[in-house]
């Protein structure tokens, strides 16, 4: 968000060479599509995080990393609303991100809504919920053909910042105050991820299950109950459940 020149060198042309790209991953506006070569098939998808958590663990980490961002340390007593003000962080970055603009640093409105909500719903190949995370990575995996999703995690970024009710009431209505439009793109996106098809089947439900048991220690024996439409008995989906989490371990 700082800065320009990205936009500047793919406005001229002078972007990078895609030819043999296959990802290119960051923290880029939807709106720099517009800049990628014309020749190419790009496909885009993104993970959306509730908006005043992810307010709150940008500012925490400017604070306690400021300059790991190439900016200058944010005093000791500043405010989150000190932190906007002075072009640490953004309001509604997610909406401003997903509206389509290439550079959507000026001021948020509902129209910049109505877009992000149309390009989440009809121009993005997939979304996910940070919230929902082994979900969001099966449905990837049959979207963008992935072989496996089975992932090991390093812990959280930070784990010394307050969390929950840790975070004092005024800088948690302060996160809210700040994101009204990110907070209504994101129920709109929990509402999309209920109703995606795929939900409604039951071998994305066996998926999701033998995720979240390959991810446990080997020692663990699989569990967690039958989705309701499995038509075997406790004994067949244990062993079904064993058999998929050995299939993504190996």
Avoid at 2 to 19: A, V
Avoid at 95 to 100: C, V
Avoid at 109 to 129: I, P, T
Wanted: glycine share 10%; with cysteine.
């Amino acid at each position: 968000g700082i800065s320009k020149g990205l936009i500047d060198r793919l406005r001229k042309g002078q972007g990078p060479d895609l030819g043999k790209t296959g990802l290119v991953r960051g923290h880029f506006p939807l709106g720099i599509r517009e800049y990628m070569p014309g020749d190419r098939d790009v496909r885009y998808f993104t993970f959306l995080r509730e908006p005043a958590d992810r307010t709150l663990s940008h500012y925490f980490a400017i604070r306690e990393h400021g300059r790991g961002y190439q900016l200058p340390p944010l005093p000791a007593e500043a405010t989150l609303q000190d932190a906007l003000e002075r072009g640490y962080t953004h309001d509604n970055v997610q909406t401003r991100m997903l509206s389509g603009l290439a550079e959507p640093f000026g001021e948020v409105s509902d129209e910049m809504l109505e877009q992000a909500k149309h390009n989440l719903r009809e121009e993005l190949v997939f979304f996910g919920l940070t919230e929902r995370f082994d979900e969001s990575l099966v449905l990837a995996k049959r979207r963008l053909g992935f072989s496996s999703v089975l992932y090991k995690t390093s812990g959280r970024v930070s784990s010394t910042r307050p969390r929950g009710d840790e975070v004092p009431k005024e800088l948690a209505r302060a996160a809210k105050r700040c994101n009204r439009y990110d907070i209504e793109l994101y129920r709109y996106a929990e509402e999309l991820g209920d109703n995606v098809p795929e939900r409604s089947e039951l071998e994305f439900e066996v998926e999701v299950a033998a995720l979240r048991s390959a991810k446990a220690e080997p020692e663990i024996e699989p569990d967690g109950p039958a989705p309701e439409r499995f038509g075997g008995d406790e004994q067949a989906w244990r062993m079904l459940l064993g058999a998929r989490t050995t299939l993504l371990s190996l």
